[in-house]
C-alpha cells in the first residue's frame, strides 16, 4: 500500500486546535500515537507537527489555570497546583483519606519496587494488614510484578501507570526525594532507604489527623 503524502491544507494552526480539542474531549491522557491515529490518512499531519502543537499548547498555558502535563499514559490538560485547592470546591464528592500506615506502605512501594510484602513489614516493624495491600490495588496503584525466588515465592509488588497518573508524574524518575515528603513526615526518620531512591507523591497523600490505633492498624477510608 502507498501512502499518500501530507496534505498541504493542514496547516499547523489547524494542527494545534486539532490536538487541543482531542486533549480536552478525551477521559484520559493521550499518546501522541493516539492522537496521530485522528487524522485520516489522506490528511496526515507533517512530521514534527504535533510535537509542535504540544509545545505551542505549553506555552499558551504559561498565564492560564491549567497546564498541558505529560504523564505516564500521555499528555493532558490538569489544573495548576496554585489554583487546585480553589477548583477543588467544585467537587461535592468528599477526598478519600487514607491512614498512615496505608501511605507508609504505598511509599515502600514506590521507593522500593519490586518489594514483597515481608520486606515492608521487616522495614515498617509491623504487619502489613490485608486490607492495605487490598486497599492499594483496588485503587490501581499498585499491582503484582513477579514473584520473589525464595522459598513460597512470595508476590512482589510495585506501582503502576494510574498511580503515575494519578499523581502527575511521568516515570518514576519524576518522583521527589523523601526529604521533601511534607505531609508524611513520619517517613523521613526511621526509613532506611540504602539506595536513595525516587521518592513518593505529593499533597495529595493526606495522613489522617489522628493515628492513635498504631501503624498496624486496618487502613481506612474517611470521608471528612
Same mark, same amino acid.
Given at each position: 500500500?502507498?501512502?499518500?503524502?501530507?496534505?498541504?491544507?493542514?496547516?499547523?494552526?489547524?494542527?494545534?486546535?486539532?490536538?487541543?480539542?482531542?486533549?480536552?474531549a478525551?477521559?484520559?491522557?493521550?499518546?501522541?500515537?493516539?492522537i496521530a491515529?485522528?487524522?485520516?490518512?489522506?490528511?496526515?499531519?507533517?512530521?514534527?507537527?504535533?510535537?509542535?502543537?504540544?509545545?505551542?499548547l505549553?506555552?499558551?498555558?504559561?498565564?492560564?489555570?491549567?497546564?498541558?502535563?505529560?504523564?505516564?499514559?500521555? =499528555?493532558?490538560?490538569?489544573?495548576?497546583?496554585?489554583?487546585?485547592?480553589?477548583?477543588?470546591?467544585?467537587?461535592?464528592?468528599?477526598?478519600?483519606?487514607?491512614?498512615?500506615?496505608?501511605?507508609?506502605?504505598?511509599?515502600?512501594?514506590?521507593?522500593?519496587q519490586?518489594?514483597?510484602?515481608?520486606?515492608?513489614?521487616?522495614?515498617?516493624?509491623?504487619?502489613?494488614?490485608?486490607?492495605?495491600?487490598?486497599?492499594?490495588?483496588?485503587?490501581?496503584?499498585?499491582?503484582?510484578?513477579?514473584?520473589?525466588?525464595?522459598p513460597?515465592?512470595?508476590?512482589?509488588?510495585?506501582?503502576?501507570?494510574?498511580?503515575?497518573?494519578? =499523581?502527575?508524574?511521568?516515570?518514576?524518575?519524576?518522583?521527589?526525594?523523601?526529604?521533601?515528603?511534607?505531609?508524611?513526615?513520619?517517613?523521613?526518620?526511621?526509613?532506611?532507604?540504602?539506595?536513595?531512591?525516587?521518592?513518593?507523591?505529593?499533597?495529595?497523600?493526606?495522613?489522617?489527623?489522628n493515628?492513635?490505633?498504631?501503624?498496624?492498624?486496618?487502613?481506612?477510608?474517611?470521608?471528612?
Amino acid at each position: 500500500m502507498t501512502l499518500q503524502a501530507p496534505s498541504e491544507s493542514m496547516d499547523q494552526d489547524l494542527i494545534r486546535r486539532i490536538v487541543e480539542a482531542a486533549l480536552l474531549a478525551a477521559p484520559q491522557p493521550l499518546t501522541l500515537t493516539q492522537i496521530a491515529a485522528l487524522f485520516p490518512e489522506d490528511e496526515l499531519p507533517p512530521p514534527g507537527s504535533l510535537e509542535q502543537a504540544i509545545a505551542e499548547l505549553r506555552a499558551d498555558c504559561a498565564t492560564r489555570g491549567v497546564e498541558l502535563a505529560e504523564v505516564a499514559s500521555g =499528555f493532558r490538560f490538569q489544573v495548576k497546583t496554585d489554583v487546585h485547592a480553589f477548583v477543588a470546591r467544585l467537587w461535592t464528592e468528599r477526598q478519600t483519606k487514607y491512614t498512615r500506615a496505608t501511605l507508609e506502605t504505598l511509599a515502600l512501594i514506590a521507593y522500593r519496587q519490586p518489594i514483597t510484602r515481608g520486606e515492608i513489614e521487616q522495614i515498617r516493624g509491623v504487619g502489613v494488614n490485608a486490607n492495605m495491600i487490598k486497599t492499594l490495588e483496588e485503587r490501581e496503584w499498585i499491582r503484582v510484578i513477579g514473584h520473589r525466588d525464595v522459598p513460597g515465592r512470595p508476590e512482589l509488588f510495585g506501582t503502576t501507570k494510574t498511580f503515575l497518573d494519578y =499523581f502527575g508524574l511521568k516515570s518514576l524518575d519524576g518522583l521527589p526525594p523523601l526529604s521533601e515528603l511534607k505531609d508524611i513526615p513520619e517517613l523521613e526518620p526511621q526509613f532506611p532507604f540504602d539506595l536513595n531512591p525516587p521518592g513518593v507523591a505529593n499533597a495529595e497523600l493526606t495522613s489522617e489527623p489522628n493515628d492513635e490505633a498504631g501503624d498496624d492498624a486496618e487502613p481506612e477510608l474517611n470521608n471528612e
